[in-house]
């Protein structure tokens, strides 16, 4: 039963949001063109989606989706219209390779922000030059999940066979007892 329940927590995993531009909370002088963010795994182009929301939570935003010109499919793009002074949400919904679902959002201010808001940058607010590949000791190395499963699964692994040994070992000592 252990094993089971270890099985499903080494196979569950969350992408990360590893960076954005605009940043989680940045105040900008005037409305960004397009917003990027960027993954720490590779996703599914059809199933991915971003939005930008105005603060009635109607979206704004022009389209977007997973940026196919990042060879890594781990960011996604969406190209907004010219937006008046105010508080905008990014929402995402990443769907990995392996089918594992995750959801995020951060804010950004056009103007300034209103009075009382609470807004710390969680992620990088300087965009890469070029686009960002992501952080290779997180990237999928297969489409079945990447490293954080391989590590996982590597760890029942070691699990298994230590259990196995106890067992062996427990046997052998009440057999010697009993005979």
């Known amino acids: 039963m252990l094993m089971l329940a270890l099985a499903g927590v080494a196979l569950a995993h969350g992408v990360i949001l590893t960076k954005s531009d605009p940043a989680d909370g940045a105040?900008?002088?005037?409305?960004?063109?397009?917003?990027?963010?960027?993954?720490?795994e590779e996703m599914q182009t059809g199933e991915s989606t971003i939005r930008v929301l105005d603060a009635s939570g109607q979206p704004v935003d022009l389209g977007?989706?997973?940026?196919?010109?990042?060879?890594?499919?781990?960011?996604?793009?969406?190209?907004l219209p010219s937006l008046p002074n105010g508080a905008y949400t990014v929402r995402w919904h990443v769907v990995l390779?392996?089918?594992?679902?995750?959801?995020?959002?951060?804010?950004?201010?056009?103007?300034?922000?209103?009075?009382?808001?609470?807004?710390?940058?969680?992620?990088?607010?300087?965009?890469p030059a070029a686009p960002a590949a992501p952080d290779l000791a997180v990237a999928p190395t297969t489409s079945s999940g990447g490293f954080p499963v391989a590590l996982g699964a590597l760890g029942l692994g070691v699990?298994?066979?230590v259990a196995g040994l106890a067992t062996v070992v427990v046997r052998n000592r009440a057999a010697a007892e009993s005979g």
């Open 27 to 40: 105040v900008l002088d005037q409305a960004p063109a397009q917003v990027q963010a960027w993954f720490n």
């Open 64 to 79: 977007g989706g997973v940026n196919l010109d990042d060879a890594y499919h781990a960011s996604m793009l969406v190209s």
């Open 97 to 127: 390779l392996d089918g594992d679902p995750s959801d995020g959002e951060f804010t950004f201010y056009v103007g300034e922000k209103p009075a009382g808001e609470a807004g710390a940058a969680s992620v990088e607010s300087a965009p």
């Open 159 to 161: 699990l298994i066979v």
